[in-house]
């Protein structure tokens, strides 16, 4: 898996880029005929070892939905570090700000 030119675009574009899946997967793993939930998990690894993570945090097996790819040393990136664990606390519905997923529904999907 080579990210070098989604890790710069990233960079280039202030931490925060939109990405097909399509495009992501022709970097990832071009010999593969299709997104699997395994190679999405491997992908998510990957950025997680170069400094990026995404929204949604799971990425979708579907070459035809765009993602966030964000540098996770950023502010925004730090944004992101900070809801997803408001999101895991809801799952154990431990969150200190219980209504801000009401607030915020659209949040919640993208975090989980």
Known sequence: MDFTIIKHA?????????????????????????????????????????????????????ENEFVWVIQRDSALGEVAAVAAALADLEKLKMNPLPQVFTNYPLAQRYLT
């Open 10 to 62: 990233v960079e280039v574009d202030h931490g925060i880029k939109r990405l097909s899946m399509r495009f992501i997967k022709k970097h990832a793993a071009p010999e593969r005929a299709r997104l699997s939930t395994e190679l999405c998990a491997e992908i998510g690894e990957e950025f997680e070892r170069i400094g990026l993570t995404t929204l949604p945090r799971t990425l979708p097996t579907s």
